[in-house]
């Protein structure tokens, strides 16, 4: 391809038939990121998606990229070799709440502790759907499913929350289909240099249909959403008449009304994306009491890990010179075997 040729939504969309169940917020998802890849000015040949087990994990087949559809789980352990051997790489990982938070958590927990450059999109539909509707850990109290017929016991696990608690430095939400809001949130994980995770609140028809409807009915979304926008104050509404503050006798989060008893704007929080405390505490509201937020939540940079570590690999040939493998071979004891 011409390097001045201008790579489109088609350029990445395979041949492959896309098959998730009709409805799905799959099929939203991957076309936000099919039309949002030629606009981050990153090569086909340079892009991996790597995938684990589940709904989710078909992306790969379908992006005209390169791409790992690995084994359950695993896909942040799979991830975390590619981009320590090929730092060039722009690497995506796609889970769900049930193959990222179950029986891949330790992997997703590791991958965020050392900070990997990868963009991690967790879909999270709060049931097991591929196979066939268990409860998944983000599963509300009461789902009732065929592994839990009486209704689920399990207090549901926050993937933010979790994420924020793993030391994640870029940690954000969105929605399969508000596509406008979802680009946006992907770009800004896109451009930070470290692991970034993006809960996408996703729909799945079959097993779990209108568990978000909440959060995406446009008749209620004033009062339903916490949108994040960093410096600005945390209001809601249709006016944005309410807004969220720190209680100071509970020290917890409440709701107050603007202009009613003595409250003004200056009891408003003010969203500050660098504040690992706020982000903790905003991870936890939960609708309906709570509107739920959206957007980013934490943003702290540092440097990424696999920097360090070439880094590190430069410093050590630096003290002791490059290596010789045969030097090694013929170094310390050595035995003839007869």
């Known amino acids: 391809m011409n390097a001045e040729e201008k790579l489109t939504l088609k350029d990445f969309s395979s041949d492959q038939e896309v098959r998730w169940c009709p409805g799905c917020g799959d099929y939203a998802i991957l076309k936000t990121i099919q039309k949002l890849m030629p606009t981050l000015g990153v090569p086909k040949e340079k892009t991996v998606f790597v995938s684990g087990i589940g709904c989710s994990s078909r992306f790969p087949y379908y992006m005209e990229t390169y791409g790992f559809h690995s084994i359950h789980g695993r896909a942040p352990a799979i991830a975390s070799g590619v981009k320590l051997a090929n730092p060039e790489l722009d690497v995506w990982v796609v889970t769900g709440d049930g193959d990222g938070l179950s029986i891949g958590g330790n992997h997703l927990l590791h991958v965020l502790r050392r900070n990997i450059d990868l963009q991690i999109l967790l879909f999270n539909n709060e049931i097991y759907g591929l196979t066939k509707g268990q409860y998944s850990p983000t599963s509300q109290l009461g789902t009732t499913s065929p592994s839990t017929p009486n209704g689920s016991l399990d207090l549901p696990l926050r ?17 399969d289909t508000e596509a406008k809001h979802l680009t946006s949130v992907l770009e800004r994980a896109h451009a930070h240099r470290g692991a970034s995770f993006v809960e996408i609140y996703q729909n799945c028809p079959v097993y779990n249909d209108g568990i978000f409807d909440y959060i995406k009915d446009k008749k209620t979304a004033a009062d339903s959403r916490l949108i994040l926008q960093n410096g600005k104050a945390l209001t809601f509404g249709d006016d944005n008449q309410k807004g969220i503050r720190l209680n100071p006798r509970t020290m917890q989060l409440d709701i107050v009304t603007i202009g009613e008893d003595g409250v003004d704007m200056d009891h408003v929080l003010v969203h500050d994306e660098t504040n690992k405390v706020m982000a903790q505490m905003l991870a936890e509201l939960k ?7 959206i957007g980013v939540l934490y943003c702290n940079p540092t440097e990424s890990y696999e920097a360090d570590v070439y880094a590190q690999r430069n410093q050590v040939r630096k003290n002791l010179g490059s290596p010789d493998i045969n030097a090694l071979l013929r170094s310390g004891h050595t035995w003839n075997a007869d």
């Open 287 to 293: 609708g309906p009491k709570f509107p739920e937020p």
């Open 159 to 175: 993937p933010c929350t979790f994420a924020i608690g793993a030391g994640a430095r870029f940690v954000a939400r969105s929605i």
